[in-house]
């Protein structure tokens, strides 16, 4: 199958195009490097030693034999070279992560904010734009993310997949029928795939394009079979405030001995899938891909759920080393319970890595392998999800 | 109240502002001109002979000794300059206008589609930002479509404002909600005001902003008290295929006797407002802004429904020019019905204008005196809502 991955530069992407690539796909990566620039901006590294892109594709090539493409295109901002693209390499199916990914970057200041909405919006609508004028049979799969159902209003509500069983009253009348489950996004990154969800439905509707949205979990782990095979293919490991996932964190600061930093009681529970997971579902996806006509199918890409201090709880349990925390630079609930659908990918042939499956410990030995790369300046969030009101600015000053 | 407009040189964006200055209030426009720019490209003015608005300003402030500030800003994508007029200005309410208001336009090619979503959401969220930063407790009044809610899922429920009473059910368990009513654009443009709604929820949340969006139906009429006072404060009538809308152009279409077009069979059923209520309605909802904390407050800005066939019909009776069915180039159903509850601006003291206000003979002797300044050639619509499928564009070639 052609297919293209728009981001494939980047912490799903890559190791995504290496295990599509090694399924036998024809894959070409597009990306502008905006995700190494912002490493630049932070002062924050990956903590592993990712090799330049042509650095990795030769070296795909020369462990493999294969051969993965790449065209240097700002999907956002070069709508020119995107329809190009497009209408060179026939892709039957796009695999989209092109988006900025990270919560707390997205609430840094007005320019993240606004960087955030401007690029994965216009990300989207050009692609969508795009696939109708030279591809409108392609299947393009989105990464979307668990946070577009928010946290705060399930009330006991297994989070479905996508869609939600309804009747709505208004006027003395009632009537029944699915829809978009009511989205409640708790940052401007989460928002911007709930503004995703609507380009989706709109685009499905209004021009039969076919496409899959992947709400996925928090991902953990950084190497998959295909990244273990030469350290020129490693993946990134982020472990700073904006960009490290809450469990590869504490896995980090557990290779390191530094506190394991929970934000507030860690009564936060949230859904989790293994990087190598990923790269799967991504795949299962792409090759069944909905009829046209269709309406947007929605997936949960999770695997199992947990509270953040359950989790920090088990590494300090496994290491030794101490759960330290700080105040919540999120505006969230305290707590939160959480029950996930994801009977669609399992039903595609998904067989779930577990937390328990020792990959916690091989997690911790990449990252002590690594650790005197770490910058542990840079490990504590900075972000704050609510600026003060300007009197309490006031009268601080 | 120190009030601003952004988009206060357009076909509604005016009135509104002579209204709010003529009830005592200090305004200023905030404009970029991308209206009249739009007229250049599309080849198609106003037939009304609207000044330059130095001169609509001069005028104002001649006839009523009131002052109109400007502030020429382009608010999509100076964003300094609109946060540097937030913080000299210091609003207590800005009105927001300023995005592309035209479906047919929205859909005329890839470059519109994008100018839509761009400029629309980066708008809204520019805007949102700002007033995080320099006037967090001004109010935002925002100006929405009907159709957000679509015409086609009503299923004989009554279009509620904004939310609705909602049992969801998943995993054997139900909830009993109130949730932002399930949106179904119909255009690209439509859709923007859908991504808007989903910007002000999260913002009113996170931030505490006092947000109210007036889901507006199709404004017709040209003329209010304000405009009337002085040709040189004329208002925008715009009859071409993209901006013109359905009433204002049938009522255009009679003054010169040509046939009154209809896409499709005319059983679309719409709500309408004349741009004198629109005015009003904007004022009310200004001056009576929500709490900080509450949700965003939504107000259906519609005084009445009818089908189009219908309106044509009445025009037709009333001046003896024929109606011509067109095919219809917008992907909607044919037939609906539409009951829309509007009872929060009646409740703040709307007493609404109503088509059989004798105003249809006067927009007619409006567009009869400016009959010269019109070009046939712009009258019917060009823009279709779905491109045809490659194989078909192939065969037709």
Chains 1, 2 share one sequence.
Not at 146 to 158: C, E, I, S, T
Not at 163 to 169: D, K, P
Request: aromatic letters at 6%; charged letters at 25%; a negative charge.
């Amino acid at each position: 199958m052609r297919i293209l991955v728009l981001g494939g530069d980047g912490f799903c992407g890559w190791p995504t195009s290496l295990h599509l690539s090694a399924r036998g796909h024809d894959v070409t990566i597009i990306d502008n490097f905006a995700r190494r620039e912002t490493d630049v901006e932070l002062g924050a590294e990956s903590l592993t030693p990712i090799r330049l892109l042509d650095e990795r594709l030769d070296a795909w090539k020369g462990l493999t034999g294969r051969t993965i493409g790449f065209r240097h295109v700002d999907v956002a901002r070069d709508y020119e070279g995107l329809e190009g693209a497009l209408a060179e390499l026939r892709p039957e199916a796009i695999v989209h992560f092109a988006e900025q990914r990270a919560a707390p970057y997205s609430m840094k200041s007005p320019r993240h904010k606004r960087y955030t909405v401007d690029n994965n919006i216009n990300a989207t609508n050009n692609l969508l734009c795009a696939m109708v004028e030279v591809c409108p049979d392609a299947h393009l799969v989105h990464l979307g993310t668990m946070g577009v159902y928010g946290y705060g209003k399930a009330r006991g509500l297994m989070i479905p997949e996508g869609y939600i069983g309804a009747t709505l009253r208004s006027g003395g009348v009632e009537a029944d029928v699915e829809i978009l489950y009511p989205p409640d996004p708790g940052s401007i990154y989460h928002m911007t795939k709930t503004l995703d969800q609507l380009l989706f439905q709109y685009y499905a509707k209004n021009d039969g394009l076919r496409i899959t949205d992947l709400h996925q979990g928090i991902v953990w782990g950084t190497s998959t079979p295909e990244t273990d095979l030469d350290e020129r293919l490693i993946n990134r490991f982020d472990y700073d405030g904006d960009y490290g996932t809450v469990l590869n964190r504490f896995l980090m600061q557990a290779a390191i001995g530094h506190p394991l930093t929970v934000h507030g009681v860690g009564g936060q529970t949230r859904a989790f899938i293994h990087i190598r997971d990923t790269v799967r579902c991504v795949e299962l996806a792409a090759t069944t891909p909905p009829r046209r006509g269709d309406r947007v199918r929605i997936l949960n890409q999770m695997t199992e759920c947990h509270k953040v201090r359950d989790l920090a709880a088990m590494v300090s349990g496994m290491t030794g080393v101490p759960v330290e925390h700080l105040p919540n630079p999120r505006k969230e609930a305290a707590e939160n319970e959480l029950v996930v659908q994801n009977a669609g990918l399992l039903g595609l042939g998904l067989t779930p890595t577990r937390l328990s499956d020792g990959l916690l410990h091989e997690v911790i030995a990449v990252a002590q392998r690594y650790a005197d790369r770490c910058d542990p300046s840079r490990i504590v969030c900075t972000s704050t999800w609510v600026k003060p009101h300007p009197a309490a600015r006031q009268a601080a000053e």
